[in-house]
């Protein structure tokens, strides 16, 4: 593959991901989330959508369809009996069924004998503030296998507390938590929010990075970091998708720099999420609260933003 963990070059830019998530015919959330940013930042993007809802779920009514295990298969297989099933990274996201997240892991697999330096970019999406929305039996298949064959994963505190059976009451437990779940196979691992203390007040959420580095010499060494998000006061859909995706082209890019890729990926999200909530309640109008259609991600208004942020937010490195 042309595709280098590297600074870019226009030359070596020909890097495929295959993301593996919904899709909705209105609005941002899943692979709507994550394609666009990543074409705009020169990916090629392969998408399957493991659903195709009208809508996301948070609107008063929703229709659509669920791809099966099965089916998941039959495309995979398509894309195999043509010889095009190179793949430089694999991005996934929300799945409700063990039979298709035990499917997602043998494509994985498959694709990393084929490429081993293949990136698993995993948000494994089990639940939040102490409790899952989706169904229990997923827990033990994250755990056992999806974790292990994963590069880079985007956890909760809530996940990364139930992916490794440890719970986080003070960054010295943050830390051993991703620790514990670097020993499990990724050397990225970044928790992407947190009930911890902010040191820049209650209007702030804390949130930590991980990365372990192979040395030219051969050792080992772990860069943790640390960054400061404000809170924003609205429900949005779609925002760990984006965050996932932005995690994967930013760690292209500086694929030995956490800090940097960590700062590009927040500020992203900072932009993304500013622009809309000043939309949505502009649309509402004063004292309305923001409809689900008019809290949708203003992503392509954010073109500029996404290509090129401005750093608004400083990482701390442990």
């Known amino acids: ?34 394609s666009f940013p990543l074409q705009v930042l020169g990916f090629e993007v392969d998408s399957i959508n493991s659903v195709q809802f009208s809508n996301h779920t948070g609107y008063s009514h929703w229709k659509g369809q669920v791809l099966t295990a099965d089916e998941l298969h ?76 994963a590069d880079i994963i985007t956890p909760n505190q809530f996940e990364a507390e139930l992916l ?6 003070t960054e010295k437990d943050a830390v051993e938590v991703m620790d514990l779940l ?6 990225t691992v970044v928790i992407t929010s947190s009930d911890l203390p902010p040191r820049l007040g209650d209007r702030f959420l804390v ?8 040395m030219p010499d ?15 006061d609205a429900v949005f859909v779609g925002t760990g998708d984006l965050f996932a995706a932005m ?11 956490l800090k940097t890729a960590c700062e590009k990926t927040f500020s992203v999200m900072h932009h993304v999420i500013q622009r809309t909530i000043s939309y949505a309640h502009e649309m509402a109008g004063p004292g ?12 392509v208004q954010s073109k500029a933003d996404i290509e090129d942020p401005a750093i608004v937010m400083e990482a701390t490195v442990l």
């Open 247 to 257: 995690l994967l082209a930013w760690t292209h890019h500086y694929p030995t720099d």
């Open 207 to 214: 949130s930590f990075g991980s990365q372990r580095i192979l």
């Open 1 to 34: 593959s042309l595709c280098r963990r590297t600074p870019l070059t226009e030359r070596d830019m020909e890097c495929r991901v295959l993301s593996i998530q919904s899709h909705v015919v209105r609005g941002y959330v899943g692979n709507k989330s994550a």
């Open 74 to 149: 039959v495309l995979y297989e398509g894309i195999k009996l043509n010889n095009v099933n190179h793949y430089d990274y694999v991005l996934t996201g929300y799945t409700r069924d063990t039979s298709f997240l035990e499917m997602v892991v043998d494509i994985v697999q498959e694709l990393k004998r084929a490429n081993p330096n293949l990136v698993y970019v995993c948000d494994p999406v089990l639940g939040d503030h102490g409790s899952m929305y989706v169904p229990q039996n997923l827990h033990p298949v994250y755990k056992n296998k999806v974790v292990p064959v």
């Open 164 to 169: 490794t059976g440890k719970n986080i009451s």
């Open 288 to 299: 309305r609260r923001p409809s689900p259609a008019q809290l949708e991600l203003r992503m």
């Open 218 to 232: 051969g050792t080992r060494t772990t860069q943790r970091i640390r960054i400061e998000v404000p809170k924003v």
């Open 182 to 187: 670097h020993k499990m196979g990724p050397d």
